[in-house]
């Protein structure tokens, strides 16, 4: 939907005639959450007559009002004022030159329905602004361009309610309805039928029905067989298992394969070749293991962005959160109902993610929120831990999503375990039920070689091995102990430097260009962050490399 700039309505079902619900941008993955009832599927009836104007012939109530919003282009402005033309009460001769005033403004248009005639876009009283009532032919000619503008376009949904299961070949009926029905008849059409390349069932598909199966299940062939000489079967071949029927297999499979059906081989159908399509799914998280959402939902947004299509999902599933919320070309829209009266908000922030949660009584203890904590000993840490993993890493992983920072600040750590049996000894309490995936830090604070570590430390290090957790007690001193002295060098213009010792307390080495460093380490970690560069000093670089193991290790599909 490249041209529409935003969708508003009204007076739909459970949605109040007294107020807009919107989407006021369109993007290409468009996630729309709620709890069950609360309005996302009437959500998309409205997407689906936006597009298929029969259906909104059809199912139309006088209360409710559909509109569309789009920046006017210089095609338009060209139809509506041509050059050479003039009157009509518009000031001066030349009506082009009084519309393209308006490129690239913002204008709304009413779907709007006239009795026998087919519906059309109208000119939105609700419009106010540059737009003036005196021209109102004019505008409503302008948003009427966009009433054949949607003739490019088809819609396709499918239902929360879906199924794929034997049918009989009927050569002149492969239509894929919205609850899966027609999926067997497809496939057995581009298998069988010299009208369709069976590659793009038995190749294509199979291959990106594997990039989301995978690890899980890996087939090697996707075939039709006729079964009882009146139907038809889906069989699927797994490596290395005999090949099984996949209306007996789960409804997980099925949904992808009905996914994959609708992005891969709708599009080359006689009735879809060349249309834009508008694709709507309905609670796909439906019997599918959390990995699997993850992996279905990231192929649908590369898909929708490698195609530049519309995608719009309607879901429950806080797996579709942690996909979606951080993604540039995806959007989340919480749908609410309380008294019985619907409305929807654009997720815009994170209180706003928190009340979804909240909406869905989804618990910080049923998340664990981030995939990972390190912990580390303060903010200055997390500074340079979070550079470091950028520079001799290139992290592709989100501080916030895919990890998380907590601090233990110094004396706390010794009111810390990891094991349940020590926990609330002395006040001692589990951090593994903050989150099982976790990391520590801790600085060494040797201020000799032959100094020993502290007890504290040598318990939480001994108990992270235990659990076969990360853990790294600094070589040198301690945290700042790693910083190159070139990297100081560029930051306070100074030459001749030589590296901090690997147990010279760090205070006295900047004090001559940062005294008083230790009340002032977070704001001295700031200035250093940008110039900080891959110099390896001491165990740097293979711990840094060791903890972004460990990250991508909680980032698994």
Request: some cysteine; charged content about 25%.
């Amino acid at each position: 939907m490249n041209k529409v700039k935003s969708i508003h309505f009204k007076g739909y079902k459970s949605f109040s005639e007294d107020n807009y619900n919107e989407f006021n941008e369109i993007k290409n993955v468009n996630v729309i959450i709620g709890k069950n009832n609360s309005g996302k599927s009437s959500v998309i009836d409205i997407l689906e007559y936006i597009i298929d104007f029969e259906k909104f012939k059809i199912n139309r109530k006088s209360s409710q009002i559909i509109e569309i919003g789009f920046n006017i282009t210089e095609q338009e402005i060209s139809k509506v004022f041509p050059e050479g033309t003039w009157g009509g009460g518009i000031p001066g001769n030349n009506h082009y030159e009084f519309g393209k005033q308006f490129i690239g403004k913002y204008i709304r248009s009413k779907l709007f329905y006239r009795g026998n005639n087919f519906p059309e876009y109208v000119y939105s009283e609700n419009q106010n602004g540059i737009f003036k009532i005196d021209f109102k032919k004019y505008w409503d000619d302008l948003a009427g361009r966009y009433t054949s503008f949607f003739n490019e376009y088809k819609f396709r949904r499918l239902n929360s309610e879906r199924n794929i299961t034997p049918e009989q070949k009927n050569p002149q009926q492969h239509e894929l309805l919205f609850n899966g029905e027609g999926a067997t008849r497809l496939i057995c059409q581009f298998i069988t039928s010299s009208s369709y390349d069976e590659k793009l069932i038995e190749e294509i598909l199979l291959s990106e029905l594997n990039k989301i199966m995978a690890p899980d299940s890996i087939f090697t062939a996707i075939q039709i067989q006729e079964i009882d000489g009146v139907h038809w079967e889906i069989f699927l071949k797994e490596k290395d298992s005999k090949r099984f029927p996949l209306s007996q297999s789960g409804s997980g499979l099925k949904t992808i394969i009905l996914v994959l059906l609708n992005l891969l081989v709708i599009p080359e159908t006689k009735e879809y070749k060349g249309k834009r399509i508008v694709f709507a799914f309905e609670e796909l998280e439906n019997n599918l293991h959390p990995a699997l959402q993850r992996r279905l939902f990231k192929y649908i947004y590369d898909y929708a962005v490698e195609k530049d299509v519309s995608i719009f999902l309607t879901t429950h599933s806080h797996v579709a959160i942690n996909v979606f919320a951080n993604k540039d070309k995806a959007q989340i829209v919480h749908v609410v109902k309380e008294n019985n009266i619907s409305t929807m908000k654009t997720i815009s922030n994170h209180t706003d993610k928190i009340k979804i949660l909240d909406d869905l009584d989804i618990r910080a203890s049923d998340l664990f929120q981030s995939n990972g904590i390190i912990w580390v000993e303060g903010p200055s840490d997390r500074i340079y831990i979070k550079k470091w993993l950028e520079v001799f890493c290139d992290c592709k992983y989100e501080e916030g999503y895919h990890y998380q920072f907590l601090y233990y600040g110094g004396k706390l750590l010794a009111h810390y375990t990891t094991e349940d049996e020590k926990a609330d000894v002395n006040g001692t309490i589990n951090i593994l039920t903050t989150n099982h995936n976790s990391a520590i830090i801790m600085d060494s604070d040797k201020k000799t070689e032959t100094a020993s570590i502290g007890e504290t430390k040598k318990r939480v290090k001994q108990e992270f091995e235990n659990n076969k957790l990360f853990y790294w007690i600094t070589k040198g001193k301690e945290i700042e102990n790693y910083i190159s002295f070139s990297n100081i060098e560029k930051v306070f213009g100074k030459t001749g430097l030589q590296q901090c010792g690997q147990y010279e307390l760090f205070p006295e080495y900047v004090n001559d260009i940062y005294g008083s460093f230790s009340c002032r380490k977070v704001d001295f970690a700031k200035k250093m962050k940008d110039f900080i560069t891959s110099a390896n000093v001491l165990d740097l670089k293979e711990n840094i490399e060791e903890l972004y193991k460990q990250i991508a290790s909680w980032n698994k599909d």
